[in-house]
């Protein structure tokens, strides 16, 4: 494999995951290759990359992989640390980013469920989902973003499954907009930084996306 | 309470706790340590983690920390210079060791811990096949971090070291009970050697409950939680 002079993603174009990296790294400034995998034919650079998982978003960086999306969000942080800084630096808010950033992961499997499933196990996916992004409402109070008055870590690795809600709303008929006004707002006011409005994609793409994967996947 | 008190919610068989507790006396630091009832959660603990109602809790001084690799970060931050740190310094093998850390608390307890829990042969067979190749990587993961020296974190224990190292008393236990050598010194030397080494350690022998204690309350809950098996 040829040394690339910078690092190098490994992604899937509608991975929240991915776009959590791809955030990362538009909002500390860093130029990097991106590469489109195709998870329906896995290339043998990715299984090479992560043999363990043979998941993305993976970091290529000076012929080292970084697997795992928090993982790689802590070591960018860590390796480029300019001014721009995900993580804040009091130890004590640190832990509070990290866990609140390892629960927003709990969306997307709680979501997942929501989508892909009926009658009662659909119903208490949908309820935790609700109680989730409650969590996250209280979490956030007042303050612009969860990181306080600037855009971090928690801001990060959440914003990403809000272009999924509209996809849970439908196959959930439920609402979530409704119920969780502010995390709507706090959306609203991430898609105006331009790492989050490139990274993206609208939520009528990722629901196709969805309608695609049941197809392939022959869930009613 | 003072300000820089400290004080640990914990279960005594829970390996999330346990490691915590491990780090805490290799850092030499002093904590109350309060034995929590995870069947009938006390007010403290619902206070303190009101999210996930879970041990382990650091409190510190008013300050609460959940998720036992988010506490493990936070007492390697804040006492950095007390004794060798629990992370390596080196961002890329900080990357490493939070993978394996992942892998083990993702992969490899879920494995054993449903094998205990499994109904069926086939069940119980997969779940002994995962927790082996879980096993075999993480032989691997050692060669790499211990690049040659004793533990995980080099000369001295660290983040994979506890991380892993809380777990070795339900290993055995599974073993115990499903009668399949996990921990084989055919499969996973390295990792047979680094468990015995470990295991002669102050904070190993301080924290880990014995096999056999472990193998009772396993039992128990086969019977009571897990609805498995049935009483002798």
Not at chain 1, 179 to 191: H, L, N
Not at chain 2, 72 to 88: A, C, F
Not at chain 2, 92 to 119: C, E, H, V
Not at chain 2, 130 to 147: H, Q, V
Request: glycine content about 6%.
């Amino acid at each position: 494999m040829a040394t690339s002079n910078g690092p190098v993603l490994l992604d899937f174009w509608v991975s929240p995951f991915g776009q959590r990296v791809r955030i990362a790294m538009a909002e500390k400034g860093i130029e990097y290759e991106y590469k489109e995998e195709d998870l329906f034919n896995k290339s043998e650079l990715l299984l090479n990359s992560n043999p363990v998982h043979k998941k993305v978003p993976v970091l290529i960086h000076d012929g080292k992989t970084i697997c795992e999306s928090l993982i790689i969000m802590e070591y960018v942080d860590e390796v480029w640390s300019g001014k721009v800084k995900l993580l804040p630096s009091d130890s004590y808010q640190r832990a509070q980013a990290r866990f609140w950033a390892d629960f927003s992961s709990k969306v997307y499997e709680c979501g997942t469920r929501v989508w892909k499933l009926k009658g009662e196990k659909q119903e208490a996916a949908k309820k935790e989902m609700i109680e989730m992004l409650k969590l996250f409402e209280a979490e956030l109070g007042n303050k612009t973003y969860f990181g306080g008055d600037t855009f971090g870590f928690v801001d990060t690795a959440l914003i990403p499954f809000t272009s999924w809600f509209y996809t849970y709303e439908t196959f959930g008929n439920f609402s979530i907009k409704e119920v969780t006004p502010k995390i709507g707002a706090w959306a609203k006011r991430c898609m105006e930084r331009e790492s989050v409005a490139k990274a993206l994609y609208e939520p009528n793409k990722v629901y196709e996306f969805v309608c695609f994967l049941k197809k392939y996947y022959g869930i009613e | 309470m003072a300000e820089d008190e400290l004080k640990l919610l914990g279960m005594w068989a829970s390996p999330f706790a346990i490691r915590v507790r491990m780090m805490l006396e290799e850092k030499g630091l002093s904590y109350e340590y309060i034995e929590q009832d995870l069947l009938n959660k006390s007010e403290l603990l619902l206070k303190h983690n009101p999210i996930h109602k879970k041990v382990p809790v650091l409190i510190h001084g008013n300050r609460d920390i959940c998720e036992s690799l988010v506490i493990l970060q936070y007492i390697d931050e804040k006492w950095s210079k007390t004794g060798p740190p629990i992370l390596p310094i080196d961002p890329y093998d900080r990357a490493i060791a939070r993978f394996w850390a992942m892998y083990i608390d993702d992969k490899l307890l879920p494995s054993f811990i449903g094998f205990m829990k499994a109904t069926t042969e086939e069940a119980k067979a997969e779940k002994i096949a995962d927790t082996r190749t879980a096993l075999e990587l993480l032989e691997g993961a050692f060669k790499k971090c211990s690049a040659g020296k004793d533990f995980f974190g080099g000369d001295s224990i660290g983040y994979l070291d506890v991380t892993l190292g809380s777990q070795l008393g339900w290993i055995e236990t599974a073993e115990r009970i499903s009668g399949a050598k996990l921990l084989d010194e055919a499969k996973v030397p390295l990792l047979v050697d680094w468990a015995k080494r470990f295991l002669t350690l102050n904070c190993a022998k301080k924290t880990l409950p014995t096999v056999e204690q472990l193998e009772k309350y396993a039992r128990e809950l086969q019977v009571t939680r897990w609805k498995v098996a049935t009483a002798n």
